[in-house]
Every structure is written in structure tokens, then in C-alpha cells.
């Protein structure tokens, strides 16, 4: 029965990442055969001022997206739970950005964030003058400027959390009725039911979400950054480890250098879980205390 499922991670994980590893070694630039570079390509990779945007724009992402997801699913999923006229309407509605393809997902942006049609900076404008906000500001410039660049990455990221919404909903509704009833029996507020039973009674769950959104979050970043700012706006303001990997090796044809970026990432994954471990294991230490 899980003979498929090995055949495909060792033809489709394990070896690439051998031939990655082999490959980071080299200077190959899929013309001439690879010629032994050594630690050449990772130095270059410490002195490579575009690589250290792309991390720092990598782990800020990160760092402000995973939150952001996991804590968007998780009010969806509890305002959501029960059942109520509407509340399937509204769930289907949360998982469909999930569901279009993510070329077209962020065409589609493209058109959302356009400075002078776009749906978004036209509701912006409502209530303000010549061109303002109601509180007399510009409107972002989504395209051109590079915080709002970032911020509008971050924003089509939220909208794609409908696999981690269906877990949290599955799981709240999976909770005992038991505990919510001695809850409401002893007069417990809102507040009180949230911190001292759902969230403890979820934490296992939006742990493991937590860290597989923090895994993804390497890639999440490329199709919208490749469609919708290609890299910018000057100077590489949404250029991620995804997408400079994609640049290095099939834009400049640097394969052994983009192998060594991408094993980077591989490290960065590994760190993230380990960190994100760690803090778990401090929860659980002090949920039994």
C-alpha cells in the first residue's frame, strides 16, 4: 500500500535534493559540463547583496504571514462551526481562492492592485477628494512602492488559507460538547471558554499548521511575486529565495549557484521547524504545569 507513495518520494523528493546537493558543488551553466567549484558558490552567496534582500524579504514574510493565516483560519473556522442559514455559503466562499489556479490567482491580482482601476484602490477613494482617501491620503501604490508591495504579497496570502481553515473547522467540530457544556453551566464568559478550552483543546492542531505554513511560506511567495511585481518594484522589494532561485538558474543559467540558494532554503526549513518545535514543547510544559 505505500509503495506509490515511496516511489514518488524518492523519485520526486529524495533525489532531486542528492542531485541539488551534488549540483551546489559545481559551477554548471547547462552549456559546458559542471566543473568543481567546492565552497565557491556559498561564499559567493554571503558577499551577494540580492541574495540577502531575498532572505530578509523571505523570513519578514514569514514571520508576518504564517501568523496572519493561522489566525485568520482560526476565527473563520470557530465563527463558522456550527450551523447556521448562510454559514455553508460562507465556508465555500473562504476555500475557493484555494481552489483557482495560481497563475490565474495572481493575474487576478494584478488587476485587484492596479493604482488607478483597481477594484480595491477605487474603494479606497470612496468619501475622499481629488484622488484621496477619506482621511487624506494617497491610496497604496501596490505596484510601485515597495512596503505596499510587500504588504499586498502578504494580503493575497491570506486569502489562500482555505486548506488550513477546513482543518481548524474539521477539529473544532471535532471538540467534545461536554466541556462547553460544564462551561456554560458554570457561567463561564466567552473569553474564558476561548483561552481555557478551545485554544488548549487546538493547540496540537495549530502547531502542526503553524508549521507547515511556515514550510510553504518559501514558496508561497513565487507565483505572486513572478506575476504580479516580477521581483520589484527597485530595489528587489518582493525578490524571495523562491523566485531568486528561479532567476539564478533558468534566467541566468547559474545551476550550481542556485543549487547552493536552494539549500539554503532547505536549511531555513529545517531551522523553522526546529524553533517552532522547541516552542511547543515549552507549551505543553506549561499546560501540564
Not at 224 to 238: E, L, R, W
Not at 252 to 261: E, T
Request: no cysteine; aromatic share 12%; hydrophobic share 55%.
Amino acid at each position: 500500500m505505500l509503495t506509490p507513495y515511496l516511489i514518488g518520494l524518492v523519485g520526486l523528493v529524495m533525489v532531486p535534493a542528492l542531485v541539488t546537493l551534488g549540483m551546489s558543488v559545481t559551477d554548471y551553466d547547462l552549456l559546458r559540463p559542471p566543473t568543481w567549484a567546492g565552497l565557491d558558490n556559498f561564499a559567493a552567496l554571503l558577499d551577494d547583496p540580492i541574495f540577502r534582500v531575498a532572505l530578509l524579504n523571505s523570513v519578514v514574510f514569514a514571520l508576518v504571514a504564517v501568523p496572519l493565516r493561522v489566525l485568520l483560519a482560526l476565527g473563520l473556522a470557530l465563527l463558522l462551526h456550527r450551523r447556521a442559514a448562510g454559514v455553508g455559503t460562507a465556508r465555500t466562499a473562504a476555500l475557493l481562492p484555494t481552489a483557482v489556479p495560481e497563475i490565474a490567482y495572481g493575474l487576478l491580482w494584478l488587476w485587484l492592485f492596479n493604482p488607478l482601476y483597481g477594484p480595491i484602490n477605487q474603494l479606497l477613494r470612496v468619501g475622499g477628494e481629488n484622488g484621496l482617501t477619506a482621511f487624506g491620503r494617497t491610496p497604496p501604490q501596490w505596484l510601485t512602492d515597495p512596503t505596499s508591495a510587500r504588504a499586498g504579497i502578504i494580503l493575497m496570502s491570506l486569502f489562500t488559507m482555505g486548506e488550513t481553515f477546513v482543518v481548524l473547522l474539521a477539529a473544532r467540530r471535532a471538540l467534545p460538547r461536554d466541556v462547553y457544556e460544564m462551561a456554560a453551566i458554570e457561567d463561564a464568559t466567552g473569553w474564558d471558554v476561548f483561552r481555557r478550552i478551545t485554544l488548549p483543546l487546538l493547540a496540537p492542531v495549530l502547531a502542526l499548521l503553524a508549521v507547515r505554513d511556515a514550510v510553504a511560506s518559501l514558496h508561497f511567495t513565487f507565483v505572486p511575486a513572478f506575476v504580479v511585481t516580477d521581483g520589484g518594484p527597485p530595489p528587489y522589494a518582493t525578490t524571495y529565495l523562491s523566485l531568486f532561485v528561479y532567476q539564478t538558474g533558468f534566467e541566468y543559467l547559474r545551476y550550481g549557484y542556485a543549487a547552493a540558494a536552494t539549500l539554503v532554503m532547505m536549511l531555513l526549513t529545517v531551522a523553522a521547524v526546529l524553533v517552532q518545535w522547541r516552542l511547543i514543547r515549552r507549551y505543553r510544559r506549561f499546560y501540564q504545569l
